[in-house]
C-alpha cells in the first residue's frame, strides 16, 4: 500500500495561471477529502466526495476552485486564477471506514 | 455540525517527562469516533491514536494513551516519556458515521520538547 500520492510536492505560480493539484487515494477507500493548511486558518476542508460523489463542498472558498473525481482512483483540485492569497500547504485525505489517510501534501506558492 | 476545541494553543514538556493535551467536543451523536494526529515539522499528518465511542476501554499506542470521557465530552491524550522526535503539531479530530464519514479538526496543540 502505498498510501494517498499527491503532486506535486511543491508548486509555485504567478498570479492569473491555473493550478492543478492531482491526488490518488488508498485503494478501496470510498471517501476522499481535500484539506488547506494555512497559519492563519489553521486546517480547513475544502471539499469531500463518496463514492466519487461530491458531498460537501461548501469550504470551497469561491469560484476559482474546483474539484472533480472522475474514479476512484484519482481527484483533482483546481484554482484558476491563482491568486497569492491561495498560497497554503494543501492535503488530499482518503478513508474507508475509519480513520482518514493523508497525503503529504502540495505546497503551493502563488507570487 | 460536530465542533472540536483544543484550549492549548501551545505546550511544552521536558524529555522523559509527561504531557497531556486536552480535547473537548460537542456532538448529540453516540457513535462516532474520535483520533489523534501529529504533524511534525515535515508536514506529514501522521496517526497516533484512535479510540471508538462504543469502546469503555481507554485506547494504548506504547507511550500514547487516551483518557476518553464519553459523558464529559472530553478526549485527552497523554504522552509518557516524552522523546525529542514527539515536538509537533497535535490535532484532535472527530469523524461521524452519520453525516458522510464527515471529519471535524482542532485547531491544534504545538508540543516543543525540552531537552
Known sequence: ?111 | AQTVTQSQPEMSVQEAETVTLSCTYDTSESDYYLFWYKQPPSRQMILVIRQEAYKQQNATENRFSVNFQKAAKSFSLKISDSQLGDAAMYFCAYRSPNTGNQFYFGTGTSLTVIP
Request: net charge neutral.
Open chain 1, 1 to 111: 500500500d502505498a498510501g494517498v500520492i499527491q503532486s506535486p510536492r511543491h508548486e509555485v505560480t504567478e498570479m492569473g495561471q491555473e493550478v492543478t493539484l492531482r491526488c490518488k487515494p488508498i485503494s478501496g477507500h470510498n471517501s476522499l477529502f481535500w484539506y488547506r493548511q494555512t497559519m492563519m486558518r489553521g486546517l480547513e476542508l475544502l471539499i469531500y466526495f463518496n463514492n466519487n460523489v461530491p458531498i460537501d463542498d461548501s469550504g470551497m472558498p469561491e469560484d476559482r476552485f474546483s474539484a472533480k473525481m472522475p474514479n476512484a482512483s484519482f481527484s483533482t483540485l483546481k484554482i484558476q486564477p491563482s491568486e497569492p492569497r491561495d498560497s497554503a500547504v494543501y492535503f488530499c485525505a482518503s478513508s474507508s471506514r475509519s480513520p482518514l489517510h493523508f497525503g503529504n501534501g502540495t505546497r503551493l506558492t502563488v507570487t
